[in-house]
């Protein structure tokens, strides 16, 4: 029995998307070729200059209205005719509204670079452009491509994950960044699954447990285990207790865990592991250890496996997907897979393929049960 919802939906949704990578397009048809080039080679322009904005709070700053350049340059802290020609090119490109000479506001755009904003992506904007995450597109991304290394690894001589444990402040905006994580992709992930088929979440590095927060809101019946790295999860609990969190917060328990050595152990067949966004970062090699892991864990009890990921397509792959597996191959090991990809890590592990559930975001649901006992779910 398929664990899809609103079919019709994510069907819309998908024809939707292709529509919008047609847009994308467009400019390399309408635009002269050398300047479109100059447009695409010097688009760091842009992401630099919403990177200072977001570093300023710039938007924080305007969230109560419009201000002057130089009101606004004295509640930053900045040059007020710099600040001005900084707000002049994001407004150009829609980021900011220029109401009046000098005179700035914030628009749709740039009101989620509010920090309060519901769906406010700075931590996002920052971890991407920190020097952390800068430098290996800037100084290694030529020899990676040519020797088929890391950039991160030969910018920073460590791999990622483990810079990350020996640098507690750029651990702490990739957490906040990987918390902002569903302002991108929204709540598909809770609405066009069937959770009400399971009793308890086991969220696999799932960091603070917002993904599985927001399924509990939905499903009151169920209980979630948030279960990833000590660093991350400490804390986690008091984190939503100061956001406000109440009555689903109840349902959630927090675990350490190391994925790559083992895995809370499934109590009944109704329990369910999500790991979200967590493989791609990994290689092929390491994938197989962590879904073996998985599989041993969920093998006696039968219970389901829910691998929340991007599909990459055979060809022709749309920016935004092409993108993410940039980033990972500049950052890790990893990389965005297709289907037939997937479907050889899940082999390997001891586990089969039930369903793809697709969602109305750019990520899809994959279904698993363990090859030992394969059943519907």
């Not at 519901?118 to 290694?140: C, I, K």
């Not at 799932?206 to 804390?235: F, M, N, T, W």
């Not at 809370?264 to 090699?285: E, M, N, W």
Request: proline share 4%; net charge neutral.
């Amino acid at each position: 029995m398929t664990l899809q919802k609103n079919a019709g939906a994510v069907r819309r949704f998908a024809k939707l998307a292709r529509f919008g990578a047609w847009l994308q397009n467009l400019p390399n048809k309408l635009v002269p070729a050398p300047f479109r080039l100059i447009q695409i080679g010097s688009a760091f322009w842009q992401s630099r200059a919403l990177y200072v904005a977001a570093r300023l709070d710039i938007a924080g700053a305007l969230a109560d209205g419009a201000l002057s350049a130089e009101t606004l340059a004295e509640r930053v802290a900045a040059d007020a005719d710099e600040l001005y020609r900084l707000l002049r090119m994001l407004a150009a490109v829609g980021v900011f509204e220029e109401v009046s000479p000098r005179r700035f506001r914030n628009n749709q755009l740039s009101s989620c670079l509010c920090p309060d904003h519901p769906h406010s992506v700075r931590a996002m904007v920052l971890m991407h452009n920190s020097p952390e995450m800068s430098r290996p597109w800037f100084e290694q991304l030529e020899q990676g491509v040519r020797s088929g290394g890391v950039p991160f690894e030969s910018a920073h001589g460590q791999a990622f994950y483990s810079y990350m444990d020996g640098n507690p402040e750029f651990d702490k905006l990739f957490a906040q960044a990987m918390d902002s994580v569903e302002a991108l992709a929204g709540d598909s992930f809770v609405t066009d699954f069937e959770w009400s088929r399971f009793e308890r979440i086991v969220d696999v590095g799932g960091s603070k447990g917002a993904k599985s927060l927001a399924i509990l809101k939905h499903y009151p019946q169920l209980k979630a285990l948030v279960a990833d790295r000590e660093q991350v999860i400490q804390g986690a609990a008091q984190f939503w207790q100061q956001k406000g969190e109440g009555a689903a917060l109840q349902r959630m328990r927090f675990v350490a865990c190391d994925l790559l050595q083992s895995v809370p152990t499934a109590q009944s067949g109704k329990d369910i592991y999500l790991l979200s966004a967590v493989l791609h970062g990994f290689d092929d090699a390491t994938c197989i250890a962590a879904l073996s892991n998985v599989a041993s864990a969920a093998a006696d009890c039968d219970a389901t496996i829910a691998v929340m990921e991007m599909l990459m397509p055979d060809s022709r792959a749309d920016i935004a997907t092409a993108a993410f597996d940039m980033q990972m191959f500049v950052n890790t090991r990893g990389r965005e897979r297709t289907l037939g990809e997937w479907r050889r890590l899940f082999d390997a592990s001891g586990l089969a393929l039930l369903e793809v559930v697709g969602l109305r975001t750019f990520g899809n649901i994959l279904v698993l049960r363990t090859v030992q006992r394969r059943s519907s779910p």
